[in-house]
């Protein structure tokens, strides 16, 4: 049984719109890249849905990854240039390796990427020669089987993390400039997301077939955000773990408009960091 939500004055909250996945029989896919003209990027449809989104920062509340997926951390980046990819690697990844470390319990933390986001209006994701886009479907990075190959690529490709009884796949996402106004982004309660909610789907490459999750919509999700983000906060949040025993495994998350953005609202650039977490026990 999902749980209840709290009673909504514990927190501040809006009503946005949120893409989910018109359920379909077929499995949903799209391509990674630019398609060739007269092919559809995608078979999925979406539907918006109209959702109440609770903001953390009012909320007296602490989150954690066990339990509802995700937390909300304030972190000092020594980086003075978020655009630079010497200082990303040189300076950003390893502190992430280290905040990530801290707020999970890992014995180790392996940076494998990172996407830096801006968002251009009217520029879809992923068009040739345009920086990565907001994603406003609501989406998991990983499955169930998507997971545990991301492991297996890291062994391949010369890494070889030590085989461990467990390890999960976790994200850190920051807004570059603050504060963030435009299309933030909301994660949903672990808890209130049924196995059911979660579909399949294909992300066709070049040369590979990846898998993430789509969400369909269900009335008992329970969203939230955060208002006005600064670059010294963070979203932490869990897309894969290989442990089955009840704590969080998924987090879906998407970007939103939100319905204070006008015309002048300085459009959202940020950066997320995907990492693999392992675990002694």
């Not at 903001?55 to 989150?63: E, F, G, I, K, W």
């Not at 909610?197 to 008992?220: F, H, K, M, Q």
């Not at 906060?233 to 970007?255: I, N, Q």
Request: hydrophobic share 35%; proline share 8%.
């Amino acid at each position: 049984m999902m749980p209840k939500a709290a009673a909504s004055a514990k927190y501040s909250s809006i009503e946005a719109a949120l893409d989910y996945l018109v359920p379909m029989r077929q499995k949903p896919h799209s391509l990674a890249y630019e398609p060739p003209p007269g092919v559809p990027r995608s078979n999925a449809g979406y539907e918006a849905r109209t959702v109440t989104l609770y903001d953390l920062r009012a909320s007296t509340d602490v989150t954690s990854l066990d339990r509802e997926g995700f937390e909300l951390i304030r972190h000092h980046s020594a980086v003075r240039d978020f655009h630079d990819e010497d200082e990303l690697r040189r300076i950003y990844y390893p502190e992430a390796e280290r905040l990530i470390a801290a707020a999970t319990g890992g014995s180790r933390v392996i940076i494998f990427d990172h996407t830096m986001r801006r968002r251009i209006p009217g520029v879809a994701d992923r068009t040739r020669g345009a920086p990565r886009q907001p994603v406003s479907s609501v989406h998991n990075d990983y499955t169930t089987n998507s997971g545990p190959r991301r492991l297996s690529g890291m062994q391949t490709e010369g890494e070889r993390p030590a085989p461990q009884s467990r390890f999960s796949i976790v994200n850190l996402w920051r807004p570059v400039h603050g504060p963030l106004r435009d299309m933030p982004l909301a994660v949903c309660d672990a808890r209130t997301v049924a196995a059911g909610d979660l579909v399949a789907a294909d992300l066709v490459y070049p040369d590979r077939i990846g898998e993430n999750y789509l969400v369909t919509y269900n009335p008992g999700h329970r969203w939230f955000y955060v208002s006005e983000m600064n670059v010294d906060e963070a979203w932490l949040f869990r897309c894969y773990d290989s442990a089955t025993d009840g704590r969080a495994r998924f987090t879906p998350h998407a970007a939103f408009t939100h319905p204070a953005t006008t015309a002048d609202t300085p459009p959202r650039e940020s950066i997320e960091l995907r990492s693999l977490v392992f675990y002694d026990t």
